[in-house]
């Protein structure tokens, strides 16, 4: 996972191939529900996570839009990432 990068693929490649790992990796590590809000932030700080992964897997073309992206705060979701993308 750490290796996955875009290279020549296109954004929608790139994105496809990656979320695909993701889900592998969710369905292997779920996490536990619980009554309290450590769930709530545990599953904030994997997507954020997800998007600094994609992000910086993405080609050097989009360093501009990447450095745009991870000053916003909070960070943005995958989805509306790759909608800007």
């Known amino acids: 996972m750490c290796n996955v990068s875009q290279g020549t693929n296109d954004i929608a490649t790139y994105f496809t191939k990656v979320k695909s790992l993701w889900d592998e990796l969710d369905d292997l590590d779920e996490v536990p529900s619980c009554v309290c809000n450590a769930a709530e932030k545990l599953l904030k700080r994997e997507q954020n996570q997800k998007l600094l992964q994609f992000l910086m897997g993405?080609?050097?073309?989009?360093?501009?839009?990447?450095?745009?992206?991870?000053?916003m705060s909070p960070l943005p979701s995958i989805g509306q990432v790759y909608s800007m993308l």
């Open 58 to 71: 993405l080609n050097d073309d989009y360093n501009s839009i990447r450095g745009n992206i991870l000053m």
